[in-house]
């Protein structure tokens, strides 16, 4: 089944304990992206990988690493966690190639963190 | 850059009733559209999407979305509401040129009562 998978699903951490929360998607496609999804902001992107060893920053980096190692996995990091990355977190993927684009975005399952 | 703006935060509609959810953009170039949905505790599921071609498009579950280019909107409607149906919905949209990008709006819960 074509999917993306992020773990963990739920997280309680503490202000300043580094953590990664981990996306893996397997469907070989080039573009991934973090968002964090907080009541009347709707979403808003963190950062994007449009393929291996290629990452950008998106609307809201700040505080926020991320990693494109290989094609398939693009995990999140947060060096040390503030109260304020208290958020539901969504990992997505599209392909890039012409013609499977219009297939549009697959969306992981999302990551509920907070932090104390 | 782009945006979007979504009218309401919450609508309430009673079992049976049209559902209407706005949704206004504001793009520099013709754009892709899309609605997602989001049930409780759940990840974002794909409504619709429009990118090319027919202006009126077709969703799953019984929606559908009209794209209008004059009043740059491309609102959400369902003749009949369920029970089911109550979650909450965002409005997206990207530059076919830089499709990658989704730019979001702020989410409308939809409250559907017996």
């Known amino acids: 089944e074509a999917q993306v998978t992020q773990n963990p699903r739920y997280l309680i951490t503490v202000t300043g304990k580094k953590l990664t929360v981990t996306c893996s998607q397997n469907m070989n496609h080039e573009y991934m992206s973090w968002y964090r999804q907080d009541p009347g902001l709707g979403l808003r992107q963190i950062y994007y990988s449009m393929n291996v060893e290629v990452t950008d920053k998106g609307d809201v980096p700040e505080g926020y690493k991320v990693s494109r190692k290989e094609k398939r996995n693009f995990p999140l990091i947060l060096e040390s966690p503030s109260p304020n990355q208290t958020s539901l977190y969504f990992c997505?993927?599209?392909?890039?190639?012409?013609?499977?684009?219009?297939?549009?975005?697959?969306f992981g399952s999302g990551t509920r963190l907070t932090v104390v | 850059a782009q945006s979007v703006t979504q009218l309401g935060s919450h609508v309430s509609v009673s079992e049976g009733a049209l559902v209407l959810l706005r949704c206004n953009y504001s793009?520099?170039?013709?754009?892709?559209l899309f609605w997602y949905v989001q049930y409780p505790n759940q990840g974002l599921q794909l409504l619709l999407k429009y990118t090319t071609g027919a202006t009126l498009v077709k969703g799953i579950n019984g929606f559908e979305a009209e794209f209008k280019k004059s009043e740059t909107s491309f609102h959400l409607t369902k003749p009949s509401a369920h029970m089911s149906d109550a979650a909450e919905y965002f409005c997206a949209v990207s530059d076919p040129e830089g499709f990658q990008k989704l730019v979001f709006g702020t989410g409308t819960r939809l409250l559907v009562s017996p």
């Open positions: 793009s520099s170039v013709p754009p892709y």
């Open positions: 997505a993927s599209i392909s890039l190639q012409s013609g499977r684009r219009n297939y549009g975005y697959t």
